[in-house]
């Protein structure tokens, strides 16, 4: 299949036309212009600067995704006669988008075990059903959980409440994501998080762009490599697919990209297969130690574990590099040499390479790639996971992890004279495997949508059906809102970030701290997340240990996070110096690491597994381009030329040899589950891989993880298909 010229350009600005019309211009205006912080991914712009501005002063650059979240948020409410006219099997019916465009959530809902409707409830009712059930339960039958959109007020609030209500059942969205980023950079660097700041990326002449799609999932981080060519530098990208915007891409706020054929945005492009990354990887390094093209003095004063790494490396001979990742020797040098001439050189990755049986080795095998070449703890040079949701780094830097982090569990002790419990919490996966074992009695889950976000969703859909009382927190209905709720359930309708009546805070994915205003009043009723959870917690805890009814007030809040989270000390005076900052401790710009003897490590390990079954290919669940992780905004996906979700994307070779014919029907299996009538579609993938979009594919994703960082495998299920 021949990739598109371009993508991008004059379509993302019809759509902006489009949100003009249906919102009006005014709506639109105040709310681009006003001083938020973007709602949509953790590359972060707007904030105190306004105008969509981030930390570099880069002006004005509205993306589509921000526009598709702004028209979700500036929706009327769904009428309360809609709840009695519409009962949940009817709501099955409708497809995600039809479920987020139906409208904002306004008043408290709830269904009974045994109803088929849900109905409107006032806040008194809502609340007291829900302190009630905490009361009445044992917290260690419990579990919290957060997505990435919350405030960080509202993310160090939640597992506040949860630790004093006595559980460490609290986690987050990354652990069905970017948490084998965390994991691998920990044991490299003694970090989780980007070595770098913005600024560091505008010297770069050189970014490997690994198991990533930014062109739909971080389109202002396509600006910056947009720049980096124009600079004379190389962007090479490591994807099974050929997706078409980091091929070509027309940049909306560029006007030479805009009034051309678009911009060239990877000066390579290689094709491994599914999971054969790191095999690229260890290819790349052994040239480099081949030609002793390395930075010894890095490797001598900074690093530990390179003999040993080197001997490993040295080891692996190019007939096994070329088997595991499915590229050729003369591809892997050529990328070597690029890598060899440049002089400041960023690795950024996503969930190509986190979603593995082998995620954290994935990352391992990136960082030790950069340190070859002392491409970190340096300036214009570095780690770049390119987190998903717009603040959900901050939700972990707050704490909404099964374990805190020592020191702040400490601070958290002395400064609010309290004891927080010991036992070892659950991660995300845990939980829905203790919910399907019948040990979960209530769940509150705070954004998001933990249904559609998992993997084998008949297991999933079981597991979630077992809670007898889930509390959802939502600004608009999701599939997790009608799926899985045979017992009682309960929705919040929250006030969005630009809604909020307080000032809230979130972080980026280059830890830099901002604060939205909020301010915006668009729908009555609404309660703020931190108002909600502040309330609960008072009920259910009373104020004999904290005073929770205090931390209404999200300025005390921030106090508490200031003095018990290290690196967020400013937040102590944010509401009066409205100063946003670069939280200390987490950029590398020289060679000092957190590791116990802070020096980087090197850490070998196997190449991965990665022969199929006999007659099988791999899949791989990604987003579409009409979405952004569970939201659906578009069933069509205008960057690779999908009508519709339910489709597999597919190497000609492998339809031809299947007897299969581009637009044929088929049903596809796997160990885990089976999906019916997806239409086959010719793309530009590496051989013996199939690309499909999530949720809609889930049903055959195991619910295998990689074992160190408990990420799911979503990146490669083997499948057979069946003509229909």
Not at 20 to 26: D, T
Not at 159 to 179: D, E, K, M, P
Not at 500 to 517: G, L
Request: with cysteine.
């Amino acid at each position: 299949m021949k990739t598109k010229s371009y993508v991008g350009g004059w379509k993302s600005i019809f759509y902006s036309f489009h949100v003009i019309k249906e919102a009006g211009l005014g709506s639109v205006a105040k709310t681009i212009t006003s001083k938020n912080t973007c709602k949509t991914c953790a590359y972060g712009m707007g904030g105190q600067k306004g105008g969509m501005v981030n930390e570099a002063n880069d002006k004005i650059e509205i993306c589509k995704k921000s526009l598709q979240a702004q028209l979700t948020d500036i929706q009327a409410p769904i009428p309360a006669h809609f709840w009695e006219n519409n009962s949940i099997e009817q709501l099955r019916k409708l497809r995600p988008r039809e479920l987020e465009m139906l409208g904002r959530l306004k008043d408290p809902l709830l269904k009974l075990k045994g109803e088929s409707h849900y109905k409107t409830i006032n806040w008194e009712e809502a609340l007291s059903k829900i302190a009630d059930k905490f009361k009445g339960t044992d917290p260690n039958k419990t579990f919290f959980y957060s997505s990435g959109r919350s405030s960080n007020e509202a993310a160090f609030l939640l597992h506040l409440f949860a630790r004093i209500y006595g559980t460490n059942n609290v986690n987050n969205c990354s652990y069905y994501c970017h948490q084998a980023s965390g994991v691998g950079m920990k044991s490299t660097l003694g970090t989780g998080t980007a070595t770098i700041q913005v600024h560091d990326i505008k010297k770069a002449d050189l970014v490997f762009v690994i198991g990533a799609n930014p062109a739909s999932n971080h389109p202002r981080f396509l600006t910056e490599l947009l720049h980096v060519r124009r600079r004379g530098g190389n962007v090479v990208v490591l994807n099974p697919a050929k997706e078409p915007g980091l091929v070509n891409f027309s940049i909306p706020s560029d006007v030479r990209s805009i009034l051309s054929r678009g911009s060239d945005i990877a000066s390579h492009y290689l094709q491994p297969r599914i999971g054969g990354d790191i095999a690229v990887i260890y290819g790349i390094a052994k040239v480099l130690i081949e030609q002793n093209k390395l930075n010894d003095s890095f490797i001598k004063n900074h690093s530990e574990g390179f003999e040993k790494y080197k001997t490993e490396v040295n080891s692996l001979s190019w007939e096994t590099i070329e088997s595991n990742s499915g590229l050729s020797t003369e591809k892997i040098k050529e990328i070597a040499k690029v890598y060899i001439k440049a002089e400041n050189v960023i690795f950024s990755w996503a969930m190509g390479i986190t979603h593995h049986k082998h995620g954290s080795e994935n990352v391992e095998a990136i960082v030790n790639l950069a340190m070859l070449r002392g491409m970190v703890g340096r300036k214009e040079a570095g780690l770049l996971p390119l987190r998903g949701h717009s603040n959900v780094q901050g939700i972990g830097s707050m704490g909404v992890t099964p374990a805190l982090k020592e020191k702040v569990f400490e601070n958290i002790e002395k400064h609010l004279n309290v004891k927080l419990p010991t036992t070892a919490g659950w991660d995300t996966m845990k939980c829905m495997d203790e919910a399907n074992d019948g040990n979960v009695d209530v769940a509150f889950l705070l954004g998001g949508n933990l249904y559609a976000s998992n993997p084998n969703l008949n297991f999933a859909e079981q597991a979630l059906n077992k809670i007898p009382f889930k509390v959802f927190v939502n600004t608009t209905l999701n599939e997790g809102h009608i799926k899985a709720v045979d017992e009682e359930c309960l929705i919040l309708p929250v006030l969005v970030r630009d809604e909020e009546k307080q000032k809230t805070t979130q972080e980026s994915m280059f830890n830099y701290v901002r604060m939205s205003d909020g301010g915006i009043d668009r729908i009555s009723n609404l309660r703020s997340e931190v108002d909600i959870i502040a309330e609960i917690a008072s009920r259910v805890l009373g104020n004999s240990k904290v005073d929770f009814k205090a931390f209404k007030s999200h300025e005390a809040v921030r106090k508490t996070i200031a003095s018990v989270i290290p690196g967020f000390e400013k937040l102590n005076h944010i509401d009066k110096t409205k100063e946003e900052f670069q939280i200390s401790g987490r950029t590398f710009h020289t060679p000092e690491f957190n590791t116990p003897s802070g020096k980087a490590q090197f850490i070998f390990n196997p190449l991965p597994d990665l022969d199929r079954t006999k007659g099988a290919l791999s899949l791989m669940s990604v987003r579409s381009e009409g979405q952004f992780n569970s939201i659906v905004y578009e069933e069509h996906d205008a960057w690779r030329g999908t009508k519709h979700r339910d489709v597999l994307l597919m190497n000609e070779e492998d339809i031809a040899e299947k007897g299969l014919k581009n637009g044929q029907r088929v049903n596809a299996k796997s160990k885990t589950g089976q999906i019916d009538n997806f239409e086959i579609v010719e793309f530009d993938i590496a051989k013996g891989c199939v690309l499909g979009f999530y949720p809609e594919t889930n049903f055959l994703v195991s619910s295998e993880t990689d074992g160190r960082s408990l990420t799911p495998s979503f990146k490669n299920t083997e499948i057979w298909l069946e003509t229909i």
